[in-house]
Nanobody, 127 residues
Framework: QAQLIESGGGLVQAGGSLRLSCVVSGVTFSRYAVGWFRQPPGQEHEFVAAITRTGTTDYADSVKGRFTISRDNAKRTVFLQMTSLNPEDTAVYSC?????????????????????WGQGTQVTVSS
C-alpha cells in the first residue's frame, strides 16, 4: 500500500522560495509517476506539475519557469522547487502517485490519473 508524505510548506513573502518534498513508500518507486496539485482557498484542485517514472516533466502554464519538479529515486522522493512565489500560489499542495503507467506514458495532468494521495501541506505567500 502506497504512502505519500509531503513536507516543506510554510509562510513565505512574495518573491520568496520554498521546496516541497513528497516521500513515497510501499511501492516500487522507480516505476511510480508523481504529480503535484494544489487547492487555493475556496477553489477547486488544480494541476501544478508532474513527473513520469523516466523523469519527463510537465507544468501548468501558471507555474512554468518558476517551479521545478524533480525526483531522487535513491531517496524515494519527488521535489517541487518553487521560486518567485506570489500570493496567488497560496494553497494546500498535495502530491499524488500512480503505479499504473508504462515506460512511455506521458505526464498526467488529471487527478483521476492518480490513485494514491498525500495529506497535503499548506503554502501561504504574503504580499
Amino acid at each position: 500500500q502506497a504512502q505519500l508524505i509531503e513536507s516543506g510548506g510554510g509562510l513565505v513573502q512574495a518573491g520568496g522560495s520554498l521546496r516541497l518534498s513528497c516521500v513515497v513508500s510501499g511501492v516500487t518507486f522507480s516505476r511510480y509517476a508523481v504529480g503535484w496539485f494544489r487547492q487555493p482557498p475556496g477553489q477547486e484542485h488544480e494541476f501544478v506539475a508532474a513527473i513520469t517514472r523516466t523523469g519527463t516533466t510537465d507544468y501548468a502554464d501558471s507555474v512554468k519557469g518558476r517551479f521545478t519538479i524533480s525526483r531522487d529515486n535513491a531517496k524515494r522522493t519527488v521535489f517541487l522547487q518553487m521560486t518567485s512565489l506570489n500570493p496567488e500560489d497560496t494553497a494546500v499542495y498535495s502530491c499524488a502517485g500512480t503505479s499504473r503507467t508504462i515506460i512511455t506514458s506521458p505526464p498526467r495532468r488529471r487527478r483521476d490519473g492518480y490513485e494514491d494521495w498525500g495529506q497535503g501541506t499548506q503554502v501561504t505567500v504574503s504580499s
